[in-house]
């Protein structure tokens, strides 16, 4: 793995090195897990709290040095998401080459549809079906006795860009996708790759066709989740959970174990306890329904 030194790293990203400037950098990780080979970055003084005492380097604002103890180096910038941005973008091509210099393993009775693309760098487990069409991008594992149906899209890199005057700056997604054992999932659905870390879909998930999982969420196991639906990157779905046909779920907001979501209903905070939920009003006549929502609006 290409390492940086602090000092060559905050040029590349713009930014100013405070510290040692020839500790060397290897990896760029997640604030929570960041160890003393890597580089993180913290945006906000509520994310200080849950930052790794072990973290070799911190890319933030001047404010906010002095109030991260965990290290001595540091980036300092005027927007740390961008200069994120720009991180991932330097350790990228790292991430592709490491990727394509291993090699896919399967296991026992694996079968592989036609016109299905496999790339580097996977782990296909025992009796699993890929029917026609899918793509598997690189750092995916699927577990034993798994189904992924026609069409459907594993691994690609999540919908993240950090605003800039000029538009969007792409952020480079870093991670990979685990699924668990005895998971199937249904066609045209996309699981989404994590930014740093994985995406996560535990033993015993059912997916429907055309639901859209987002970058680092987790899903517990044996939930269900039906057609249309999607999360919002880093949700964290508990085990044994029901989320019925259309719903949405923002982004960093965790459901508990056992939780059924009726259709339709979007999710905008956590649900902490077991239960079912629903956000969405029954059909009615029009009339009828600008008559309530007038009320609602008093």
């Given at each position: 793995?290409e ?9 590349l ?9 020839d ?41 906010l040095?002095e109030d991260?103890?965990?290290t001595?180096?540091?980036i300092?910038?005027?927007d740390?998401y961008l200069?994120?941005a ?8 790292a991430?592709?080459a ?5 090699e ?10 036609q016109?299905t693309?496999?790339n580097?760098?996977?782990?296909i487990?025992?009796n ?6 899918v ?5 995916t594992?699927?577990?034993d006795?798994?189904?992924i149906?026609s069409g459907?899209?594993i691994g690609s890199?999540?919908f993240?860009y950090?605003?800039n ?7 480079e997604?870093l991670?990979?996708?685990k699924?668990g ?5 249904g ?6 790759r ?8 535990e033993?015993?998930?059912?997916i429907?066709n055309?639901?859209h999982?987002?970058?680092?969420t987790?899903?517990?196991e044996?939930?269900a989740?039906?057609?249309q639906?999607?999360t919002?990157?880093?949700v964290k ?15 960093h907001i965790e459901?508990?174990?056992n939780?059924?979501?009726m259709?339709?209903t ?6 902490k306890?077991?239960?079912?939920y629903s ?6 006549k029009h009339?009828?329904s600008?008559?309530f929502?007038?009320?609602?609006k008093?």
């Amino acid at each position: 793995m290409e390492s940086f030194t602090l000092e060559q790293l905050a040029k590349l990203i713009g930014g100013t090195p405070l510290g040692s400037f020839d500790f060397k950098i290897s990896y760029l990780q997640d604030s929570k897990v960041c160890d003393n080979t890597s580089i993180c970055y913290v945006k906000d003084k509520k994310f200080i709290d849950t930052l790794s005492s072990e973290a070799g380097a911190v890319i933030t604002t001047t404010a906010l040095v002095e109030d991260i103890g965990s290290t001595q180096n540091f980036i300092v910038v005027d927007d740390p998401y961008l200069a994120y941005a720009k991180t991932s973008k330097v350790f990228f091509n790292a991430y592709k080459a490491s990727n394509e210099a291993v090699e896919t393993k399967y296991g026992k009775h694996v079968h592989i549809g036609q016109n299905t693309v496999i790339n580097s760098n996977c782990v296909i487990g025992d009796n699993v079906i890929i029917h026609d069409n899918v793509s598997i991008y690189s750092c995916t594992d699927i577990g034993d006795n798994s189904i992924i149906h026609s069409g459907s899209v594993i691994g690609s890199d999540g919908f993240g860009y950090a605003p800039n005057n000029l538009g969007w700056h792409k952020i480079e997604h870093l991670g990979g996708v685990k699924i668990g054992k005895n998971v199937e999932i249904g066609a045209k659905t996309a699981v989404d790759r994590g930014a740093l870390g994985d995406t996560v879909i535990e033993d015993g998930v059912k997916i429907d066709n055309q639901v859209h999982i987002a970058h680092n969420t987790i899903i517990g196991e044996n939930t269900a989740i039906a057609g249309q639906s999607g999360t919002a990157g880093s949700v964290k779905i508990g085990k044994n959970c029901q989320i019925a046909g259309q719903v949405g779920i923002i982004g960093h907001i965790e459901i508990a174990d056992n939780v059924v979501v009726m259709a339709k209903t979007l999710v905008t905070k956590s649900l902490k306890e077991a239960g079912a939920y629903s956000g969405v009003m029954p059909i009615q006549k029009h009339k009828d329904s600008l008559k309530f929502i007038a009320k609602i609006k008093k």
